[in-house]
């Protein structure tokens, strides 16, 4: 299975991945939005939102030559585990319902942010095991 993903796919997949990281923008209304960095000031910071900027900027960097950057791509899938596990973390202490009550943008970031981070671990775990296995094929 992951040896029959089409390399233009997973170029589309690094793409995707670094959109939506851009998102982070929309969501922030360019950083001027108050409730995501008060719902969570250590994480979602408008230095770290701006660091998943740079983080998707990072994923497109690499969308045409993943494959010469194995290790790279396995890091990518250690900062995607990390984010979904602080969302779970964060999901289980918090109540979305109260950021939606604030802003309906933040309340829709953390209510999404971790499924987006989940799916691309997940995508760049495939990846760097095929890189492994198969090599640049």
């Given at each position: 299975m992951i040896g029959a993903i089409k390399t233009e796919t997973i170029t589309k997949g690094f793409v995707l991945a670094g959109l939506f990281n851009m998102t982070v923008l929309i969501f922030s209304r360019f950083f001027t939005n108050s409730v995501i960095p008060e719902s969570d000031p250590v994480v979602m910071s408008n230095f770290g939102?701006?660091?998943?900027?740079v983080w998707g900027l990072a994923y497109i960097s690499v969308a045409k030559n993943y494959h010469s950057v194995k290790w790279l791509i396995a890091v990518f899938a250690v900062e995607k585990f990390i984010y979904g596990f602080i969302w779970i973390k964060w999901m289980l202490n918090n109540n979305v319902l109260?950021?939606?009550?604030?802003?309906?943008?933040a309340g829709i970031f953390f209510a999404i942010y971790g499924?987006?981070?989940?799916?691309?671990?997940?995508?760049?775990?495939l990846v760097f095991i095929r890189l492994i296995r198969f090599g640049n094929n």
């Open positions: 939102l701006l660091m998943i900027v109260d950021v939606f009550a604030k802003d309906k943008m499924v987006n981070d989940w799916i691309f671990f997940i995508f760049f775990l």
